[in-house]
């Protein structure tokens, strides 16, 4: 039987950390060897996320994790987002897959210098769930024969970036998907103004903020006489898991940077 995978979580005792912290834990070719969250520092994981038969302490910095644990991979979902943590793991041959957004262009274009230099991949997933790759994939194709389009993201009250990364990164393979067709598409009237959401890459982005909701997103096209919505809904965080261990999975064969989980299908 092969080794198992060693896996570290940042941000571990979030909402979105503690999912994490029970997939590895359930996942049989895993290991789960190290965390890190500032609010937790020095406690018991598994007391503080109540998994049983887990007991790892919490580290208060990813420096300190790294020497003792020792992991292959580290999954950050923490928040805000810290390029230091990046930057560290890689120079230490670990591979990071990040879940936390707001992940700016420079940022992104240092970690594909850092993989030519480390020879060690990194992975920045906006979006983990396999339906909501699905819900791009068909919004690229549709956006080639109605062109007109328009993105309304929801999120729970609590997440700290507007527009979400995953309305960013369907602006952009919408805008790419009608580049590559040829097509243009009609500028609507008031388009600058701020009631109109944000432009990305042609595409007017509406972020809606409200508790009771947890990832949400519609697309929606408009053309003569019809309209086209696609929608997907994450009702649970569990939705994200699969795609997470699938990228934890593949970190041994990434070399480069990997933006988006489509690019793991």
Known sequence: MSEKIRVAVVGACGKMGREVVNAVVGAPDMDLVGACDVAFTGSDLGKVTNVQGLSLEIKADIESMLADAKPQVIVDFAKPFVMDNVRLAM????????????????????????????????????????????????????????????????????????????????????DEARREAGVEWEKPLGGDDPSRGEKRCGVQVHSVRLPGLVAHQEVVFGGTGQALTIRHDSIDRTSFMPGVLLAVRRASTVKSLVYGLDKLL
Do not use: W
């Open 91 to 174: 120079r230490n041959g670990v591979v990071p897959v990040i879940g936390t957004t707001g992940i700016t262009k420079d940022e992104l274009n240092e970690m594909g210098k850092l993989a030519e230099e480390t020879g060690v991949g990194v992975m920045v997933i906006p979006n983990f769930a396999i339906g909501a790759v699905l819900m791009m994939k068909f919004a690229a194709e549709a956006a080639k024969y109605m062109p007109n389009v328009e993105i309304i993201e929801l999120h729970h009250d609590k997440k700290l970036d507007a527009p979400s990364g995953t309305s960013i990164m369907t602006a952009e393979i919408i």
